[in-house]
């Protein structure tokens, strides 16, 4: 089956309602701690990714029974210490961040040796950030490079309580660290720069020992260990990720509408809704409820007339750190200079992002001057594309393959985008829903 898709023409008008699939977040969340619960948890819409598809068989060899059909998953948890070791075991978390970390601190409480692998691209990234607090509560860690994967997880029976500052806003780290305080004696207490609080929301619905109290710029968490956690029933909402390829698809095309259902508004994730509508961008929230500790609701976006430039605040970066290629895009577009700074978290993800932004961007024609964790981009609102674009070798980065085929779709040009496998991490039906806006050929 062909790897590569071929982009020649810009989209047209359109007026759509869509849903997309389920939270990937939310989904590797459930499956981790639903394997901790005492009883079976069910899920429906859960994400059917490689990435929570490889938590899945993580937990399936940790001991625990899943059932995984067409529109429902169950999880037949064992409890807090429910985890069976076997000889050699191996958990693979492919291409997962956030698999890879978070399960580290599930396992800090096993005393035999586990080893995680990844694909190429986890195994460049860095683990040390991860290792060294789960280290502190008790745990043993052997890395590659005292850095990378693979690395080996030698728990312990008796872990104690840890204070650990989190100064990157990296919602894998702050969330692998509750974990483990979930296992251990005592109070783990917890400063973290702002991110994603998906965990906190998740353990405090599941009225687990934690408190979160909000600051300006980091919150203080104190977890201590839990004795039990009940089966977790869950539909999952759409992801906003997800979601912001067809937001800023609406932007970038004339006269166009969308609305897209049930969307996970999580204030944590929404960054790129603020910079959106800072920018210009018509974004509406209808039908509004709150699910399990987490904001719902129908987004409505309109394409603007024009686009204005944006000097991004930095305490949006979090909220948004998995959009920021699309954000590059809109901002191409804009009419004046965009400049986006303190990023350096961009290149900490499945390939370094800010320097594949500035690629796409330059072969598009947009001028931009680039640091290790700042961008300036020279908007044109009149940009044309006629020349051709290829794009590969970029680490199987999915989320540079989708941004590259909104590109296409909004600014023309003939595009040869490569590596379209790479959906199956986050979104296999990307393309999917991309042919009811456009037929695209494949090669």
């Known amino acids: 089956m062909s790897n590569s898709v071929i982009i020649k023409n810009k989209i047209a008008k359109f007026n759509k309602v869509i849903s997309v699939s389920g939270d990937k977040s939310l989904s590797i969340r459930w499956v981790l701690l639903s394997s901790l619960a005492e009883g079976v948890s069910k899920a429906k819409n859960l994400l059917l990714s490689e990435d929570v598809l490889a938590s899945i068989k993580a937990i399936r060899k940790l001991g625990i029974k899943c059932i995984l059909s067409k529109d429902e998953c169950r999880i037949y948890g064992k409890g807090l210490n429910g985890y069976k070791y076997r000889k050699n075991l191996l958990i693979d978390a492919k291409n997962s961040g956030t698999l890879g970390r978070l399960i580290l601190g599930l396992l800090i409480n096993i005393p035999k040796p586990i080893k995680l692998i990844g694909d190429k691209s986890l195994s460049k990234r860095d683990f040390k950030r991860i290792s060294d607090p789960l280290s502190k509560f008790?745990?043993?860690?052997?890395?590659?490079?005292?850095?990378?994967?693979?690395?080996?997880?030698?728990?312990?029976?008796?872990?104690?309580?840890?204070?650990?500052?989190?100064?990157?806003?990296?919602?894998?780290?702050?969330?692998?660290?509750?974990?483990?305080?979930?296992?251990?004696?005592?109070?783990?207490?917890?400063?973290?720069?702002?991110?994603?609080?998906?965990?906190?929301?998740?353990?405090?619905?599941?009225?687990?020992?934690?408190?979160?109290?909000?600051?300006?710029?980091?919150?203080?968490?104190?977890?201590?260990?839990?004795?039990?956690?009940?089966?977790?029933?869950?539909?999952?909402?759409?992801?906003?990720?997800?979601?912001?390829?067809?937001?800023?698809?609406?932007?970038?095309?004339?006269?166009?509408?969308?609305?897209?259902?049930?969307?996970?508004?999580?204030?944590?994730?929404?960054?790129?809704?603020?910079?959106?509508?800072?920018?210009?961008?018509?974004?509406?929230?209808?039908?509004?409820?709150?699910?399990?500790?987490?904001?719902?609701?129908?987004?409505?976006?309109?394409?603007?007339?024009?686009?204005?430039?944006?000097?991004?605040?930095?305490?949006?970066?979090?909220?948004?750190?998995?959009?920021?290629?699309?954000?590059?895009?809109?901002?191409?577009k804009a009419n004046g200079v965009s400049y986006f700074k303190d990023l350096s978290e961009l290149n900490q993800k499945e390939s370094p992002r800010l320097k594949w932004g500035e690629y796409i961007l330059n072969n598009m024609g947009v001028k931009t001057i680039t640091t290790k964790d700042s961008i300036k981009i020279f908007g044109n609102p009149n940009l044309k594309i006629n020349n051709k674009i290829i794009i590969k070798n970029y680490l199987k980065d999915h989320r540079v393959f989708m941004a590259s085929v909104i590109a296409a779709l909004s600014f023309g040009g003939k595009w040869i985008i490569h590596d379209k496998h790479s959906i199956k991490t986050s979104f296999p039906n990307f393309l999917k829903i991309i042919n009811k806006f456009n037929n695209i050929k494949y090669v």
């Open 138 to 332: 008790g745990a043993k860690f052997k890395l590659k490079n005292n850095k990378n994967l693979p690395l080996v997880i030698i728990g312990n029976r008796s872990l104690k309580p840890i204070n650990y500052h989190e100064k990157r806003g990296s919602a894998q780290c702050k969330s692998s660290v509750i974990f483990g305080g979930i296992l251990a004696n005592g109070t783990t207490k917890i400063k973290a720069k702002k991110s994603r609080n998906h965990t906190e929301l998740l353990c405090k619905y599941l009225k687990l020992p934690i408190t979160v109290k909000e600051k300006k710029n980091h919150d203080i968490i104190k977890v201590n260990r839990a004795k039990f956690i009940k089966p977790i029933n869950y539909k999952i909402p759409s992801d906003i990720s997800s979601s912001a390829f067809f937001i800023v698809l609406t932007a970038l095309s004339k006269s166009s509408k969308l609305t897209i259902k049930n969307v996970n508004i999580n204030p944590s994730r929404t960054g790129i809704i603020s910079i959106l509508k800072k920018m210009g961008i018509q974004i509406f929230f209808k039908n509004q409820k709150k699910y399990k500790g987490e904001k719902i609701a129908d987004i409505k976006v309109k394409s603007p007339k024009t686009i204005k430039p944006i000097n991004c605040p930095s305490k949006l970066n979090s909220g948004a750190i998995d959009e920021f290629l699309i954000i590059f895009l809109v901002a191409a």
